[in-house]
């Protein structure tokens, strides 16, 4: 009786230990650094795809996470920057770059010099962190437009897309693959529903959590793996409402169903 109690005391407790550990919370200067890619595995994939995978991303792709979150991604010869931060006691990374697009990464493992994540179709990244990577600044540009505050109240309807508007002054090439964009785009959809569902219907119909940001002047709306984009509110009223990605140079203007 005294040993099967002993055995069910120390299972209780390798439980609570291990608990422990998954749950320990991630903080963000453990992240805060350069760090090299080294590989990526998918999971349940040939070597092939995997070798096609390094490819794309090329062999010197890096991410730089900075201490005033800010970040640099560098893949496949291009470079894009904008915010990260923690969530779930730092076991997921959740990246929303200047041009509005947010990717959430799951943490799998992260020590002193290494880095491995979860990302999008379940591929398996690890990352060497470079202890003389330089620690420069980088800087946030400004927005390019003013915004407006909403409410739930306003929102919450379905909004037809009715025009693309460029807010620079384009060349002929840009105007015509706008009329291109717009046209392919014509008659999607929003729409926001209670409790932070919505409706998406551009190339295909989707469902999405969405919540407001930025003192209700950007609407965040992301999937179930935590992907999607962050719209700023440049304008609403009761029948019409104009969205921008930060530092876009075109504005989606919807129109309120009838």
């Known amino acids: 009786m005294v ?10 407790v ?13 903080p963000n200067s453990a992240l805060v650094g350069k760090w090299n890619y080294a590989g990526v595995q998918p999971v349940d994939s040939d070597p092939w795809s995997q070798r ?3 490819i794309m991303i090329g062999k010197n792709s ?31 990374v959740v990246t929303t770059s200047y041009s509005g697009d947010i990717r959430t990464f799951e943490i799998t493992k992260i020590t002193n010099d290494t880095l491995i994540f979860l990302g999008k179709k379940k591929i398996y990244g690890t990352l060497i962190k470079d202890v003389n990577a330089s620690e420069d600044f980088v800087g ?15 929102i919450r309807k379905k909004w ?26 014509q008659s999607s959809w929003y729409e926001f529903k209670s409790e ?18 930025n003192t209700n002047k950007s609407i965040v709306m992301v999937d179930e793996n935590g992907d999607g984009v962050l719209w ?27």
């Open 140 to 154: 946030e540009p400004s927005q390019n437009s003013i915004t407006v505050r909403a409410t739930a109240k306003q």
């Open 160 to 185: 037809i897309l009715k025009d693309i508007k460029l807010i620079t002054t384009p060349t002929e090439a840009e105007k015509m693959a706008n009329r291109i964009f717009a046209k392919a785009l």
């Open 14 to 26: 390798l439980f609570l230990l291990f608990a422990c550990v998954c749950s320990a919370q991630v």
């Open 62 to 92: 890096y991410k730089q996470f900075y201490a005033n979150n800010l970040y640099a991604v560098h893949e496949n010869d291009t470079t894009t920057y904008g915010r990260w931060e923690l969530i779930d006691n730092g076991h997921k």
């Open 52 to 54: 096609l995978i390094d």
């Open 196 to 213: 932070g569902i919505a409706l998406s219907k551009f190339t295909s119909l989707k469902t999405l959590k969405w919540y407001f940001a």
């Open 3 to 12: 040993r099967r109690t002993y055995r069910k005391l120390i299972s209780v």
């Open 232 to 258: 700023n509110v440049i304008a609403i009223t009761n029948s019409q409402l104009i969205l921008q990605k930060p530092h876009a140079s075109s504005q989606l203007v919807f129109e309120a169903e009838e």
